[in-house]
């Protein structure tokens, strides 16, 4: 009886001198109609060579078993479950994990799962998107272009790593069409006034120190609630930005990350007021520590709850939704104090690079496109402007 043999190998990657991880390679032969060499790839998230030849001898051992499902036999869905496994959840953030696959599983197996993965052609997603402006598989309601866009940004990401696993030889969302949505984009931020209105609202309220922090570091709420007291440099008056607190895949069990980007990391001079509410937090959570029998150790979090302990980032934001309900003020979304910190900044006059590296964004064209919007209430700036410095000055 003749033994089935089957030829492997694994390759560092990038190079020999920088080994970050391994493919692992099948060979099977070359196709009978082409010539062309078949290949099976799989990459092994370890700089180890000997869990990289591990993993081949066991990807042999499914070939030769018939266990393994070859790259012309799997489905969409099941190439995605496996990108949601083997790459998205070991390089990416729970939260980015758990957006991928919330989209991958409302939107992109329920039309294209069921495809085999080679077949799936640009034609068939051009009809399901065009089928999204007009309703959408998950409701009856129209999808918007930005939200189809979102969607097309997480299959292309996945049918990319297939292209580079050599399981297809190109990516069947290229050039797709969306379009653009007919009403443009709005985003609902406080007014000057309503921005005064909430500071002076919750002044001496546990949540007078978030708001101050929210609108004077231009936070994102894992930053807020991912801020510890290290992070903050009392004689400089500098606070740092370096970590978010995010939810998990298990939302109960959230997870302390850096800064996803380099412009998410950031040190910024708060004012006088935001700083003596900072002294006077950390005055209150050695308190605490004393009370609970605790060491402080400069980890603890600036924003807490009552015994010390973080907060969820659901319930934090469940508290800002009470906090509006019960002083009667207008809603907004927790991260609309975010959109308006940088409306008012803008509107202030402040430079555009300043307002971006206070934002922690990476690009100005993002802090120009989301925020183009703002300052209505100023709208006439300009013109008033022309008229005391510019035309006056001719005319006289």
Not at 187 to 199: C, F, N, P, Q, S
Request: glycine content about 6%.
């Amino acid at each position: 009886m003749q033994v089935r043999k089957i030829a492997g190998s694994v390759r560092p990657r990038p190079s020999k001198e920088n080994v970050k991880y391994y493919d692992v390679i099948l060979e099977l032969g070359r196709d009978p109609l082409t010539g062309e060499r078949k290949r099976v790839r799989f990459k092994s998230n370890s700089d180890s060579r000997e869990e990289a030849e591990n993993m081949l001898i066991l990807k042999k051992a499914e070939y030769l078993s018939g266990e393994m499902l070859m790259p012309d036999e799997r489905t969409v869905s099941e190439f995605l479950d496996e990108y949601l496994r083997d790459y998205v959840a070991v390089q990416s953030s729970p939260a980015t994990f758990r957006d991928y696959k919330t989209n991958i599983d409302r939107y992109i197996k329920p039309m294209f799962g069921k495809v085999k993965l080679q077949e799936l052609k640009q034609a068939r997603i051009q009809q399901v998107y065009n089928q999204w402006r007009i309703k959408s598989n998950a409701s009856d309601k129209p999808l918007k272009a930005e939200s189809i866009r979102h969607i097309n940004r997480i299959l292309k990401a996945a049918l990319n790593k297939a292209c580079e696993l050599g399981y297809i030889k190109y990516n069947p969302t290229k050039n797709v069409k969306i379009g653009k949505d007919l009403v443009t984009k709005h985003v609902d931020v406080y007014t000057t006034e309503e921005i005064k209105l909430l500071k002076k609202t919750v002044k001496g309220t546990d949540m007078e120190l978030p708001v101050a922090l929210l609108f004077d570091c231009v936070m994102r709420r894992g930053e807020l609630l991912g801020l510890c007291f290290d992070d903050v440099d009392f004689e400089k008056r500098t606070v740092t930005i370096q970590h978010s607190w995010v939810e998990s895949e298990d939302s109960k069990k959230p997870v302390l990350k850096d800064c996803k980007t380099d412009g998410s990391y950031r040190k910024m001079v708060v004012s006088e007021e935001t700083m003596k509410l900072l002294k006077r937090q950390q005055l209150l959570c050695k308190q605490i520590c004393l009370r609970e029998g605790k060491r402080f150790t400069g980890k603890q979090r600036v924003v807490c709850k009552q015994n010390g302990d973080p907060f969820l980032p659901k319930s934090f934001t469940a508290k800002w939704i009470d906090t509006l309900k019960k002083y009667g003020l207008r809603h907004i979304k927790l991260h609309g104090t975010r959109h308006s910190a940088i409306s008012w900044l803008l509107s202030q006059g402040i430079p555009l690079h300043i307002v971006q590296a206070r934002a922690g964004h990476q690009d100005p064209k993002i802090t120009l496109s989301v925020y183009s919007h703002v300052a209505k209430e100023d709208e006439g700036v300009v013109a008033d402007l022309l008229d005391a410095k510019l035309f006056c000055a001719v005319n006289g």
